[in-house]
């Protein structure tokens, strides 16, 4: 579908930043004020919390959009809240809540976005969608869609990473690409980075908005808290407006190159590589893993590591499988030769060093 998008950052890096939840009014007007004298160019808060377990904060509900509203009087910020049913969009329009955006729970599910898109027929607001929890470009395209026919021109996108399940140092994986992609798509669809949600934690909130710039994304949104620790949710990654102020200016401002339109440059093919091999490492690791575990049964069932008809298998496998990814066989031979040595050591490790090291 053809979609023309209506600018909506007027600066770069435009900046978003709040409280996850908004919990007291206390601790809203608390955040605003330290986030105000900043500069900042919109003021989150969470009224209605999404959370993927029931029992969890869930939000203070249409009470919290009072306080939002007092944000806008008293410091003059803009507001944004997240919505995901026709009730949020009617209460947070009536408060006057200046952005809206889509969580990542709500852009994975059509039903829900078609819902929010309904109730905006005819409403002239900018609205930010956020990667779904899943990483299916298709559905975030299809979400942004329906807000588009909808009849909202003022979309932006928020790359705020992917669920995974094998072990990384990222709440949610950043899988860059598939950002890019959608910014190769849509040229003039706006990006932001949520380095807060695809951190988790404190200490690589700057490196991940760094790199969201360096690839020419226009802003960060980030969680920002009063007192951290003490949060209702998502304690982890939230900052005080001090340390915000404080990641905001180490950030590096670089131009943008040629016409912002995401080009390979050399910097951004090399990110990716960066990207990748991590993501490589960790799958190593999660193979080590089961290495391991094959050692523990062997070792409890008194079997040989080494077992050359397995080897064989895996090889045989890898190798045809290979072919198909265009891939040559010698280096798969060698690939696999190296993950087939330290699978080996891995499993004698475990067997202990009194046992004869044969074959997984
Ligand atoms: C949030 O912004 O606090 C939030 C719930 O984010 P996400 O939808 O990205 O999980
Ligand atoms: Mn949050």
Known sequence: MEMTFQPMFKKRPFIIAGPCSAETEEQVLETARGLAPQGI??????????????????GVGTIGLGWLKKVKEETGLKVTTEVANTQHVFEALKYGIDVLWLGARTTVNPFSVQEVADALKGVDI??????????????????????????????????????????????NVPRWEIAIELKRIFPDLEMLVDNSHICGRRDTLLEVAQKALDLNYDGIMTEV??????????????????QFQELVAKLHIRQATYDSSYLPTLEHLRHEIDELDDELLTLLQSRMKFSEQI?????????????????????ERGVAKGKAKNLTEDFVYSLFKAIHEESINTQSRVMEANEIVKEE
Request: no cysteine; glycine share 6%; net charge positive.
């Open 126 to 171: 900018p609205v930010l969608v956020k990667n779904p929890v899943n990483p299916d470009l298709k559905l975030w395209i299809g979400a942004i869609e329906r807000i588009y026919k909808a009849g909202i021109t003022r979309i932006a996108a928020i790359h705020r990473g992917f669920s995974h399940h094998s072990p990384t140092s990222y709440r």
């Open 41 to 58: 160019d919109l003021f989150r808060a969470g009224i209605w919390k999404p959370r993927t377990r029931p029992g969890e904060f869930e």
């Open 295 to 315: 050692g523990e049964y062997k070792k409890r069932n008194n079997i040989a590591i080494l077992q050359p008809d397995r080897w064989g298998e895996i090889l």
């Open 225 to 242: 808290h009063p007192n951290p620790d003490a949060a209702w949710s998502d304690a982890a990654q939230q900052i005080t407006p001090m």
